[in-house]
């Protein structure tokens, strides 16, 4: 096992020849587990003679701004505020926050967001916001686009039957904000 920074880096034991193009085949089953889709961008690392892909996200450098924005909504309206990029949950806000961040978004998510969809649910029902793990809630889901990509969603939910047209205002600035800042 490599050590890198803090991570453990594990071999796969898959062992792949570099093409006359410079080119390698990164194997289905790690592109399924690691979620990479055809065209999506991978950034790369290299420290001596080791190279990194590490997956892509333009919210990458909205993560500060991002937990920033979630404490500031939850504040203001009291009900869990999550931001996700494509893929996982990169801010949470309130007391949920340690179940949400850093996992993984559900496919019911991954739907909405390539659907570039508004979500309200005003009143309780049952949702996956994580693979495998139903919850009854009420909710407002917003996608983040930024030059006609949805790479993100902003999401307000409630255990209760309290979300309305207000948080979904709040929700779609929210969206606005993030998308154009990113863009700039």
Known sequence: MEKEGNNFMKSTGVVRRVD????IVIP????????????ESLEIFVDREMIA?????????????SKQLVDIMNGAINKTVLITDRDRFIAASGNLKKKYLDKNISKY?????????????SSVH????????RES???????IIMNGDA??????????????????????VV????????EE
């Open 20 to 23: 006359d193009l410079g080119r």
């Open 28 to 39: 289905k089953e790690i592109r399924r587990t690691l979620r990479i889709r055809d065209g």
């Open 53 to 65: 892909l590490k997956k892509f996200s333009k919210m990458t450098d909205m993560e500060e701004v």
């Open 109 to 121: 998510l991954e739907t909405i967001m390539k659907d570039r969809k508004n979500v309200l649910e």
């Open 126 to 133: 049952e949702v996956e916001l994580l693979d495998n793990d």
């Open 137 to 143: 809630l009420s909710y407002v889901i917003h996608p």
């Open 151 to 172: 790479i993100g969603l902003v999401i307000v939910i409630s255990d209760q039957s309290n979300i309305g047209q207000a948080e979904e205002k709040l929700v779609s």
């Open 175 to 182: 969206a606005q904000f993030l998308g154009k800042h990113i």
